[in-house]
């Protein structure tokens, strides 16, 4: 356990001394409570990269207990994700206020307990903790995930629309096809170019009200959130949301100028601003796989010094979770590789929409938008079969594995004596403040 300690100092947390007690979950909890607000502001500032971790680390000890193998290092692991889970869970929260997220730690302790209790460890089990009022899903998590279910039907309805658009001017001999285009045109026209720009309301306003909520105090504000100053809730926001925020923000606008200003005799200089849109997707696209796999290869990096710095014997547990974490790796170079793929693909076969190709042969056109139509597609396909090398992370499926035996007894295993757990209890205020803010101001 002592690469929990290692891991943390990686972090950043230089300040933590080292564990002189075979009972850490107790010296944790101790040393826990005599932290500075600085010590929570350096863990909210790595939010993404213990969150990362965090996932990685439920892959392998997933995979493990399916195997049922190496039960001494199975249990280790297990104190080493509780301990971070119950870290996220604080700072998610006291700071970030993300009941979704603290209801999915919260539920992952009680698993990683339930393992505990069957082997006999002696850790009494925590004080049970408030329920978080509201539904499951806060209105902010249902908009992300309506926009995320919907935006693909959507765009595939557009895109056979524009190729139907486009096959009226090849084929105008035939009179019923055109008859017959005219028809759905005259119900789909009024509602598309809307469409075009309103699908992103809901996510952007949802994300500016977040931002805002959470960047400007007041009554809504934890003490806890509001130390970490303006400045600094706004770096975090931005980290969190930017992507969205960059994605929806650019795409209402264009979709309102294309809608209301790009009409008539301006009309084609709609595809031409469509077309640099689409460039600004790949470069967005590119950005995020950039910052996504380089926090992979430093999280690779970090633990390559920790093995370098390990003597060989107690490599075990580390091997194993470098083994996660370039099955990881693998999954994320192959969805974020689709992405930027996709949004090329899709730039290119745009181009051959523009109105200067028109000019030279109708058949030119006709080819991009049926290709845009194709790319949408295969994307979609390559999408859902990538997924099958996605790291299986569900640890709550896996409760009281019967496969799993006894612990050793000895060490850091032996019968603790009682002990309060990591997170400190939180007192009425804090929860009728947090569930009065969930209700009234819809946390994520």
């Known amino acids: 356990m002592d690469l929990l300690i290692n891991r943390l100092k990686n972090l950043g947390l230089t300040d933590i001394p080292a564990c002189k007690s075979k009972n850490l979950d107790a010296y944790f909890c101790q040393w826990e409570e005599q932290q500075t607000p600085l010590f929570y502001r350096r863990l909210v500032d790595q939010n993404h990269v213990i969150s990362l971790e965090y996932s990685v680390l439920k892959s392998q000890l997933t995979s493990e207990l399916k195997s049922a193998v190496n039960k001494e290092s199975i249990a280790h692991q297990l104190m080493f994700v509780f301990i971070l889970a119950q870290l996220l869970e604080y700072i998610n929260y006291f700071y970030l206020k993300t009941p979704k997220e603290v209801r999915r730690f919260r539920q992952d302790q009680d698993c990683y307990l339930s393992w505990l209790k069957k082997w006999d460890y002696g850790w009494e089990e925590p004080e049970k903790k408030k329920k978080l009022k509201g539904g499951k899903l806060a209105v902010s998590s249902k908009i992300r995930e309506l926009t995320s279910t919907v935006n693909w039907p959507r765009l595939l309805l557009i895109r056979i629309k524009r190729v139907l658009d486009v096959l009226t001017t090849v084929i105008e001999s035939n009179k019923a096809f055109t008859r017959f285009v005219f028809i759905m045109d005259k119900f789909s026209n009024p509602v598309l ?47 969190r949301r930017w992507f969205e925020l960059a994605n929806d923000s650019v795409w209402l606008t264009i979709g309102v100028i294309n809608c209301f200003i790009l009409v008539g005799a301006l009309a084609p200089v709609a595809a031409y601003l469509t077309v640099a849109l689409y460039t600004f997707d790949v470069l967005l696209a590119g950005i995020r796989a950039y910052i996504e796999m380089s926090r992979l290869k430093h999280l690779k990096s970090q633990y390559a010094e920790i093995i370098k710095a390990t003597a060989s014997e107690d490599q075990h547990e580390i091997k194993a979770y470098q083994a996660s974490l370039n099955a990881r790796i693998k999954y994320e170079r192959l969805r974020l590789g689709l992405s930027v793929a996709t949004t090329s693909s899709l730039l290119l076969t745009m181009c051959l929409t523009l109105p200067f190709f028109a000019a030279i042969n109708p058949v030119i056109p006709l080819i991009g938008v049926i290709l845009v139509v194709a790319v949408s597609i295969v994307s979609y396909a390559l999408g859902k079969y990538f997924e099958r090398y996605k790291p299986d992370d569900k640890i709550s499926a896996f409760k009281k594995s019967k496969e799993v035996g006894r612990v050793s007894q000895k060490g850091i295993f032996a019968r603790s004596p009682k002990h309060q757990p990591l997170l400190r209890s939180r007192s009425e205020n804090d929860l009728k403040t947090e569930t009065d803010i969930e209700v009234r101001w819809g946390m994520e």
Request: glycine residues 4%; positive net charge; hydrophobic residues 50%.
């Open 193 to 239: 170019p809307y469409l075009a720009w309103a699908f992103y309301v809901p996510r952007l306003m949802t994300n500016l009200f977040l931002c805002f909520k959470h960047v400007f105090p007041g009554f809504w504000m934890s003490e806890e959130e509001k130390s970490l100053g303006w400045a600094f809730r706004l770096k975090t926001q931005l980290k």
